[in-house]
């Protein structure tokens, strides 16, 4: 079963994609900061993140250079962002995220790329 960390901190949006997530049977956590989020990649290894690039304790891109950093086995990382910005995406790309969506995200195409982005983890 695919374990999916949303890294999100406004609950509403959090809490959507947990029962989008859990009712199409991957395990879920959530993290609402980048040290939460750190954390939870380090010790639970998660198959992907979806992260906001806008969080309370700095910016989704100081959990991507850490990812950056780390030895073995890494997640897929897709970034979230409410900015349609040419430039975003590419920082986001060289930091190594397997792609970019602009939020609000439906539902429909976000599980549909998700089994994409996790084909062959397992």
């Known amino acids: ?15 959507a994609l947990r029962v989008l997530f ?3 049977g991957h395990r879920v956590a959530v993290a609402r900061t980048v040290a939460e989020a750190s954390a939870t990649i380090e010790n639970s290894h998660p198959d992907l993140v979806l992260l906001d690039l806008t969080l309370p304790d700095g910016d989704g891109f100081g959990v991507l250079r850490r ?5 073995g086995k890494k997640p897929v990382v897709v970034a979230l962002t ?8 590419e920082r986001c790309a060289t ?3 397997a ?6 995200v439906s539902p429909r195409k976000l599980l549909a790329d ?3 982005w996790l084909q062959g983890l397992h």
């Open 99 to 104: 792609d970019v969506l602009v939020k609000p």
């Open 1 to 15: 079963m695919p374990y999916v960390l949303i890294v999100e901190d406004n609950d509403s949006a959090s809490g």
């Open 67 to 71: 990812l950056g950093d780390q030895k």
């Open 95 to 97: 930091l190594g995220c």
């Open 82 to 89: 409410g900015h349609d910005d040419p430039d975003i995406a």
């Open 114 to 116: 998700t089994t994409k």
């Open 22 to 24: 859990e009712a199409t």
